[in-house]
């Protein structure tokens, strides 16, 4: 019997008819394994990923294959995305044991979840070195009938290397000058030049990274770091990862010049490179990063907002062709005919040379990905508009991608801190609006009585899985964002409530390390913690940006030293993998700048204000409200001047004299526009 239908993970519903019987990850599951003396099958994958997809339809549907798997195993599907948690521990194991690791995740347990086999995606036949899944299935199955005792030691050994690996931390002290020169000088001698951004390929956007660089310029002014980061987003958004017609970034590049994309959008990225590039047009006044965070800003709002108000996990990479066939990137690719057919044969010309779409094509099927490539051609703008017009009304009459409608709390929490900011640079209430109504979705839906979180929700029902720690930070963050944009103080004691919970369940009492799940969490083979940087911040430097930016908005010691304790990690790893560490390395610019605590008495959305949210002091927070209300502690006893708006600018336990100028504010916080 397949137990997936009544579940709320998308991802999970997308299996609830197949052959399998499969059972969602539960205590109930592995009990059953235990009564039928039967190894478990853990699968793992997620909505928006193509491999997933094609392992499903080749083994998962097949009749036969699900025979062999409901006979000899307990199947468990997981959605890694609502159980970060056993993604990371499995995961572990499997790059402990390959050297490398991916999705789809297949992993052999024993009853007791101790791992004993490991592969990523397997094929129906035998290919590229690879053994089919049956082969697999076969040997498995064997292996439990007549070797039980040598798979039993080797699982016992994995999951006593694992053990062996904990996280060595003998550092509470945060970096140094010494420390974030030298991770810029690492980052140096991985930039690509030639093509912007790190390493080769496939290259991932380094949202973080960037935010790293354009704080460590705010603070010393180093040229090359600016430089680094201000020739990777315009390589980024000039290349096919970015969606020229509708605005936003796919998952990755395949290749290094940022031309072939994994199509597959997902909010986490859309949110953080949206903030990356309005940090970026703060500071350099760039309009072609206003455009690229507003038209991401736009893309979010437009393609991801859920009835309930809250945003959307990701958009497939995969829709139907023109055949019907269901294909990778099939909704935003074009041949010159497409194009030939929508704009005539004079404009798919030009276009053509405008997008760099070719005859030969630069995707697949002579099909070309569209981008923007360097030329010295000018074309007119008003041109450009109206083929950009044109092009979007056609492509809205594809087949467009399927959308994971789970609303994930880290992933929103870090929309919200964006939008809200985006809003408030660019003088764009309705986004303002926006994030408001997702923190409002998640303090409803998300949070209990206890200010516990609830990791997702879908279609206004909460899920059943508890939050991690990214959960609790990110969430802190975009609440934190809101109190700056709005003035509205609840937001801040949302966040502080949420943050406790870090203090409390998170944290290492001796150390100051931090746990990726909190103590009273389910026990797993092991308790994951990985303070590096994925997709998104880890947790643990998340959790440090917050607490530290917490702390500076209410005066509290224990959550400043906490946020210290915790990055001492970042001194150690910073200078080693920089790439890998990024959130970390830019909270750290914040705590050496300050960071910054401004205090804007008067008008909310008043010039003083937007000022200072436009200051580009590494990690500055702000306050602003009526004189008297009451709303947030850096207001408290901050008196208009002379009856003039006014702002007040403290750092390090010292305040400069208030201003009520905007220029001579956006002087002391080091930009403003």
Known sequence: MNRLAGVTSPYLLQHADNPVDWWPWSPEAFEEARRRDVPVLLSVGYSACHWCHVMAHESFEDEATAAVMNERFVNIKVDREERPDVDAVYMEAVQAATGQGGWPMTVFLTPDAEPFYFGTYFPPEPRHGLASFRQVLDGVGQAWAERRGEVAEVAKKIVGDLAGRELPYGDTRPPGEGELAQALLGLTREYDAAHGGFGSAPKFPPSMVIEFLLRHYARTGAEGA????????ERMARGGIYDQLGGGFARYSVDREW????????????????????????????????????????????????????FASALDADSEDAEGRHVEGAYYVWTPAQLREVL??????????????????TFE????????????EVFDAEWVAGVRRRLSAARDERPAPGRDDKVVAAWNGLAIAALA???????????????????????????????????????????????????????????????????????LEFAGFLLDHVLDQFTDPESGALYDTAADAEQLIRRPQDPTDNATPSGWSAAAGALLSYAAQTGSEPHRTAAERALGVVRSIGPRVPRFIGHGLAVAEALLDGPREVAVVGEIGGELHRTALLG???????AAGRPGSGELPLLADRPLVDGSPAAYVCRNFTCDRPVTDPEALATALGGGR
């Open 421 to 491: 900011e985006t809003g408030a640079y660019f003088g764009r209430p309705d986004l303002v609006e926006a994030a408001v109504a997702a923190g409002d979705l998640l303090v409803r839906l998300h949070l209990d009585p206890l200010a516990r979180i609830t990791r997702t929700s879908k279609d206004g029902t909460a899920g059943t899985n508890a939050g991690v720690l990214e959960d609790y930070a990110d969430v802190a963050e975009g609440f934190l964002a809101l109190a700056s944009v709005t003035g509205e103080g609840v937001w």
């Open 226 to 233: 600016l430089q680094m980061a201000v020739d990777t987003c």
């Open 616 to 622: 580009t002091a590494p990690g500055a927070v702000v």
């Open 344 to 361: 005539g044969d004079a404009d798919a010309e030009q276009a053509m040379r405008y997008y760099g779409v070719t005859e030969e094509g």
């Open 365 to 376: 099927e002579g099909a070309s990905v569209l981008q923007l490539p360097q030329s010295d």
């Open 259 to 310: 031309v072939v994309p994994h199509f597959e959008k997902m909010l986490y990225d859309n949110a953080l490179l949206c903030r990356a590039y309005a940090h970026l047009w703060r500071a350099t006044g760039s309009e072609f990063a206003r455009q690229v965070a507003l038209e991401t800003a736009d893309f979010m709002v437009r393609e991801l907002r859920t009835n309930e108000g809250g």
